[in-house]
């Protein structure tokens, strides 16, 4: 077992976590963990409908299961949801069993990689100038849980491919 733990990629919606997290793993021989993909298979609903059927609160706790579940192994990229550390005790659960890594986009290019952004429950049927001030929002309100992260990293203007090569190089530099 890799003594670096897990390495969690963390950040707001639309960062790149999942698509970097693919890339990423793979490079650094570790299994890549999407948390909101785990959430939808084993409701076998989309996290839109989890927010609509269950509440946000609901969605929070099956997260929090979620990543309690996935962080009692070790050797992981995981891209965890962007609230994901919101929850108590979440953020020092993830601490506690890896790395945390920040990816980091202004709110506008958030805004123009989600589009509509309709199957986004905190984001959907806000016009364009709302979602980006939505995203502002959330970002104030979560930036003490991603300014946990050992790593921030800028995603806006770059390869997905140069992300991951970043991330890779320091990830490797903590085990030397």
């Known amino acids: 077992m890799d003594p670096r733990g897990n390495l969690y990629l963390i950040g707001m919606m639309g960062c790149g976590k999942s698509t970097v997290g693919r890339l990423l793993a793979p490079r650094l021989g570790m299994d890549f963990v999407d948390l909101d993909s785990e959430l939808e298979a084993a409701s076998g609903l989309s996290v839109a409908e989890i927010f609509r059927r269950a509440g946000a609160a609901e969605f929070r706790e099956r997260e929090a299961r979620a990543l309690w579940q996935h962080s009692a192994r070790a050797d992981q990229v995981i891209a965890l949801g962007a609230g994901a550390l919101v929850r108590r005790g979440s953020l020092e659960r993830a601490r506690s069993t890896g790395r945390l890594v920040w990816l980091q986009a202004s709110s506008e290019e958030l805004a123009r990689r989600l ?54 190089r320091w990830w490797r530099g903590l085990g030397t």
């Not at 709302?130 to 790593?151: H, N, S």
């Open 115 to 168: 589009g509509d952004a309709a199957e986004r429950p905190l984001l959907a049927g806000l016009s364009a100038l709302d979602r980006i001030e939505r995203l502002r929002q959330l970002l104030a309100e979560r930036a003490a849980a991603y300014g946990a992260a050992e790593l921030a990293v800028e995603t806006e203007g770059r390869a997905v491919s140069e992300v991951a090569d970043d991330i890779a």
